[in-house]
């Protein structure tokens, strides 16, 4: 004789649930929706509802959130350590309606509904280990950000005093947190001390070049007046010249008026 092995029932699943009953669509919709978020902690379940295209993902995701406040409020449990234990769609009674049809006859129409059920438990060590983990990551990545937005900010500051700009108190503040200079260097990316003297170096050449420029222009505004000073002589001798010249032609062209 053959012994079959009986497993839990549906009623007797560990965990809080939720259920709703008589859902105005498929029971074959709503397992689609439901396969999705089975097994997964109740945020990423959350998360992968709001962003799923289908009908019954908003009814569900309504099912999932009295779930989680159901356990939280009855099972006095952490919300955000709880996964998805088991969601399931049972069909519901089916309405009839008919439309009329061609020669005086009709077709039915069935208006399926379903019933809803989430079950939530609190996640096992694996699973907690894993969530935790990718939590602190992002935590991290997070934090190097908003240092790298502090550090940015107080370069700015610094450069902006050497200038003489006026900074305002915000950016006067230095970071309370930045990266270590041996972090920074074993990364490959600039440190403070490293930007600075860029910086520096950047404003020496700019003022040797524009120093270099305004000695030019004084040498230029030297020699100008010079050239000045021989245009005017040339032009004062070349018109001493002619006044000479002039009057020693004058005696003979008065001979020559006389003679006439």
Not at 164 to 185: F, S
Not at 218 to 226: F, G, I, Q, R, V
């Amino acid at each position: 004789m053959a012994v079959t092995s009986v497993g839990t029932k549906t009623n007797e699943r560990p965990g809080t649930r939720a259920q709703m009953r008589f859902a105005r669509f498929s029971a074959s919709k709503a397992r689609a929706v439901l396969d999705l978020v089975r097994g997964l902690p109740v945020n990423d379940a959350a998360q992968v509802l709001q962003f799923t295209e289908r009908g019954p993902s908003v009814v569900i995701s309504k099912v999932l959130a009295s779930a989680i406040a159901n356990a939280e409020h009855n099972d006095e449990l952490d919300g955000d350590a709880l996964y998805v234990a088991a969601c399931y769609a049972d069909e519901g009674p089916t309405l009839k309606r008919w439309r009329p049809r061609a020669r005086g006859r009709a077709t039915r129409i069935r208006k399926r509904t379903c019933h809803i059920t989430i079950i939530v438990a609190p996640m096992p060590d694996e699973m907690a280990a894993r969530v935790e983990a990718r939590q602190a990551a992002g935590t991290a990545a997070a934090t190097g950000r908003r240092r790298g937005r502090r550090a940015q900010e107080s370069r700015r500051a610094r450069v902006a005093r050497s200038r003489g700009e006026t900074v305002a108190e915000e950016q006067l503040e230095e970071p309370t947190e930045a990266e270590p200079e041996e972090e920074a260097e074993a990364a490959g990316e600039p440190t403070d001390q490293l930007a600075d003297e860029m910086i520096e170096d950047a404003e020496e050449a700019a003022d040797e070049a524009a120093g270099d420029e305004t000695a030019g222009d004084e040498t230029d505004e030297a020699e100008s007046p010079e050239e000045d000073d021989t245009t005017e002589e040339r032009g004062l001798e070349s018109a001493e010249g002619g006044d000479a010249e002039g009057a020693e032609a004058s005696p003979e062209a008065d001979d020559a008026e006389e003679n006439k």
